[in-house]
């Protein structure tokens, strides 16, 4: 047996990229994962989706403990931080999970390999790890290099004081000020961390709204809830220098469409403006696979890119940026490899922004169906009418259901309210059979929970809500 010949490589060990290495070894393929870190999990374990989870369960407990015990009428002395401890339990988390794909590799037969890869030609993957190169040959390569931080022209990220998501997950003091440069996922759920532990959070967006992929709605409430939080928002406004002194960080800013300029002074700066594909220094450029203008690799249907047994999936592909999104790419890419049909609903991928409350939603916003002329009916329904977000006294935040006029098919939902990232799955679930609202509407819901707010938002799309 050839210990280095592979029917599958897949370069990097992501959500997209460990899943599709465990399901092709699921199928029988011979399959290797190689990743240059030396934990597995990708940007979602070790420095994404997890630690970042860890840190807001943490600090919301740390916040109820200090504001919202008492109401519940449970008594508690000074409430301290201990920060060290909070980042301990967050480095076991990743450790655990991390560990636990090795786990799995093992189970499954999938090798796993450390280091550095680039594709020498079409099935040659070379690994560079502590000087020495080793070759490996594949009938199929599959690229699952994910994606890193968007820098800001002339800001350089120390992860100290400048910092990216990545310090932002490991801080070792509570910044006494925070400004976020970019309202979108990353700003509003690291900004909702430090606020929490203490800091306090200037956001500095460019646009007119935080959160802009969000139904604008749900942009609106979130803004307005943050902001009664104690954040602070800069909208319409541009960082043209950050600067670091001995003391503090000096951010310059000024209106977007130009104008006068004027300076903020803090202690940190993270720079949360999006995420660019990891597609450098793979070799692409000497096989000739095809990218965009950003580096974004091209796919057709089945995860193929222009270049016969080279594939790509994940954050390195169009496409939201989502470990979930990655994944079933994973999935899809190695089964239609074993000659399986599998399918992807791009309409039913759900997002969640997981600040208090959260932010969830599956399909079309009411602006994208508005700019394409679909016609629709919408119900909303308002957490302060479901009597278990009254009994948990948690109820800001509604849920929207957005229905073809005609047909009454489900277009899109989004829900601003508590646990909305667990309540979207009923939606994606309905969207991936083609429900309709009534179908939401006359389905029974478990009574006292905070779904029924769905079924009550479905019930006003024919504008028939009982409860409020
Ligand atoms: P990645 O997870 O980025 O993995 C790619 C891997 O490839 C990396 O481990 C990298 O080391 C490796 N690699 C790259 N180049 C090479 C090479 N040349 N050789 C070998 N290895 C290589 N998404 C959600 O759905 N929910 C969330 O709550 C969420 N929270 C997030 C929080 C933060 C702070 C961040 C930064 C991201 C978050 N995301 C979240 C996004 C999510 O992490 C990504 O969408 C997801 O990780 C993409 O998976 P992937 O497999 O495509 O790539
Ligand atoms: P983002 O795309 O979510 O938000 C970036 C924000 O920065 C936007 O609002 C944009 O208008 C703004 N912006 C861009 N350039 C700017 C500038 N020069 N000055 C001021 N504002 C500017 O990107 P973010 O927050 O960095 O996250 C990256 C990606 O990671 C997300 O898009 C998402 O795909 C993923 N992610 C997902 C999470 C989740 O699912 N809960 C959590 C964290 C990240």
Redesign the pocket.
């Known amino acids: 047996m050839n210990d280095s010949h592979f029917d599958l490589v897949v370069i990097g060990a992501g959500p997209g990229g460990y899943v599709a290495a465990i399901r092709a070894a699921q199928l029988g393929l011979k399959t290797a994962c190689i990743d240059k870190r030396d934990t597995l999990g990708g940007t979602c374990l070790n420095v994404?989706?997890i630690p970042?989870k860890a840190l807001l369960h943490s600090s919301e407990k740390f916040e109820e403990a200090q504001e919202h015990l008492a109401e519940h009428g449970v008594k508690v002395g000074k409430v301290e931080l201990n920060l060290d401890a909070l980042m301990a339990r967050k480095d076991r988390v990743v450790e655990d999970l991390t560990k636990g794909i090795g786990f799995l590799f093992k189970k499954n037969k999938v090798t796993s390999i450390t280091g550095s890869a680039r594709i020498a030609k079409k099935g040659e993957v070379v690994v560079s790890a502590a000087g020495k190169d080793a070759t490996y040959t594949a009938d199929n390569i599959l690229i699952a290099t994910g994606?890193e931080?968007?820098p800001?022209p002339g800001v350089e990220i120390d992860e100290e004081r400048i910092i990216s998501?990545t310090g932002g997950l490991a801080l070792t003091r509570v910044p006494k000020h925070l400004v976020v440069?970019?309202?979108?996922?990353?700003?509003?759920?690291l900004g909702s961390v430090w606020r929490r532990l203490g800091s306090k959070v200037t956001v500095?967006?460019?646009?007119d709204g935080?959160?802009?992929?969000m139904d604008g709605e749900v942009g609106k409430a979130m803004h307005k809830t943050l902001e009664k939080q104690g954040m602070e928002f800069k909208l319409r406004?541009?960082?043209t220098a950050v600067k670091s002194t001995k003391t503090k960080v000096v951010l310059t800013v000024e209106p977007a469409a130009g104008g006068d300029t004027e300076t903020i002074d803090c202690n940190v700066v993270l720079v949360?403006?999006?995420?660019i594909p990891s597609s450098a220094n793979l070799g692409l450029e000497n096989v000739g696979v095809e990218m965009d203008g950003d580096g974004v690799i091209q796919v057709d249907g089945n995860f193929k890119t222009n270049i016969d047994g080279i594939y790509a999936i994940g954050?390195v592909i169009p496409g939201?940026?989502?470990?979930h999104k990655a994944e079933e790419e994973g999935v899809a890419c190695v089964e239609r490899l074993a000659g399986q049909a599998t399918n992807i609903n791009y309409d039913a991928i759900p997002?969640?922004?997981?600040t208090r409350p959260e932010a969830a939603s599956v399909g079309k916003t009411e602006e994208q169906l508005k700019n394409a002329g679909i016609a629709y009916n919408k119900g909303n329904f308002p957490f302060i009418g479901n009597s278990r977000a009254r009994a948990n006294g948690d109820t800001e935040g509604f849920v929207k259901i957005l229905a073809d006029a005609e047909t009454d098919e489900l277009l899109g939902v989004h829900i601003i309210g508590p646990d909305a990232g667990t309540m979207i799955a009923e939606l994606a679930l309905a969207m991936e059979f083609g429900a309709s609202s009534e179908d939401i509407a006359r389905t029974c819901h478990a009574h006292p929970t905070l779904n029924e707010a769905v079924k009550e938002a479905a019930l006003a799309v024919e504008g028939a809500p009982i409860h409020i």
Do not use: Q, W
Request: charged share 10%; hydrophobic share 40%; proline share 5%.
């Open positions: 994404g989706c970042s994606s931080v968007t800001l998501s440069i970019g309202g979108g996922y990353i700003g509003l759920e500095v967006e460019f646009l935080i959160v802009p992929n406004t541009k960082v949360s403006i999006g995420r954050d939201p940026m989502l470990a997002s969640v922004v997981y």
